[in-house]
């Protein structure tokens, strides 16, 4: 047994599924599958039952988790300690952060961080909420920024930001007069996003909206093809929402020919929030500084 079959069984057992947590630790399913019988037969015990939809941690391995959960926090606290024990090196942080979270969030908690903790050098790692959300439970990465709500086992997370929702769509395919838009109008144009395993959630109350508006073309990219998705929309060929603050959605449009519009009757959001493994932030005290700076944060309950 070695240090990565604890992380592959880790990964199981809160994913309560093979594929994801293969996904979580980009690998294989079937790999994955076979390390896991691997620790078992090294334990003479079935850690998992397995059911066609359903995977579910056997006596043995409900025993054995939260032991493997504190050895992997152990084993990744130990950089930190070492860089604790000599004073000129400074702490570092990966901090997470969703396209859509806005400039302002952004900056007021890398300038609260650096006004409470001058020691700790963040780096950020952009992604999407659903990929950021699995390198956090995964101890990848220390803190996320990311679009809510968040939800799980071992997960904290705090409200940030509520930003209104608007409409991108080609300047030629709505009136010039028009200062706001009625989703029944884009009922003729595809409705174009990255891939929905972003932000599952998200995509599926956007799905539900527009459907209900009698919109149901839709195209969807591969990946986080935010460069494509303005291409398509400032040719007229698909609408998106953005974010009505300043998030990196909004500013894929910046200099095209693309207007960006409120939508009439409906309030639309999204929600950042920052998100954190609640054992780490017990256990880690670099964690623990950072949950601390961005729960000290004053909430934009709409983008203020």
Do not use: C
């Amino acid at each position: 047994m070695d240090v990565l079959h604890l992380r592959y069984f880790v990964a199981v057992a809160e994913e309560q599924s093979f594929s994801r947590a293969a996904k979580r630790l980009h690998m294989a399913a079937s790999p994955l599958s076979q390390r896991i019988k691997d620790l078992e037969r090294e334990f003479g015990a079935m850690l998992f039952v397995r059911a066609h939809h359903r995977i579910d941690l056997t006596d043995a391995g409900e025993a054995l988790l939260p032991r493997a959960i504190d050895i992997l926090d152990r084993i990744d606290a130990l950089p930190d300690i070492v860089r604790d024990a000599d004073d000129q090196t400074a702490r570092q942080a990966t901090v997470g952060i969703a396209p859509e979270v806005s400039a302002t969030v952004r900056d007021t908690f890398l300038a609260e961080l650096t006004d409470t903790h001058p020691d700790i050098r963040p780096r950020l790692v952009p992604a999407s909420s659903e990929p950021l959300l699995r390198d956090l439970r995964a101890g990848q990465i220390d803190i996320a920024l990311v679009h809510g709500p968040v939800t799980g086992a071992g997960l904290g997370s705090k409200f940030l930001e509520r930003q209104p929702v608007g409409v991108a769509v080609g300047a030629n395919a709505i009136p010039e007069d028009r200062s706001s838009v009625v989703l029944a109008d884009l009922a003729g144009i595809p409705f174009a996003s990255i891939t929905h395993d972003s932000a599952p959630e998200i995509y599926r109350n956007l799905d539900d909206l527009l459907t209900r508006h009698g919109i149901r073309k839709r195209i969807t990219l591969t990946g986080d093809n935010f460069v494509g998705l303005a291409q398509l929309v400032a040719t007229g060929q698909a609408f998106t929402f953005v974010g009505l603050g300043s998030g990196m959605a909004s500013r894929v449009f910046r200099d095209e020919p693309v207007r960006i519009l409120p939508i009439e009757g409906l309030r639309p959001h999204i929600t950042t929030v920052v998100a954190w493994r609640t054992n780490r932030a017990e256990s880690d005290p670099l964690v623990a500084d950072l949950v601390a700076t961005a729960s000290n944060m004053a909430p934009h309950p709409e983008g203020e």
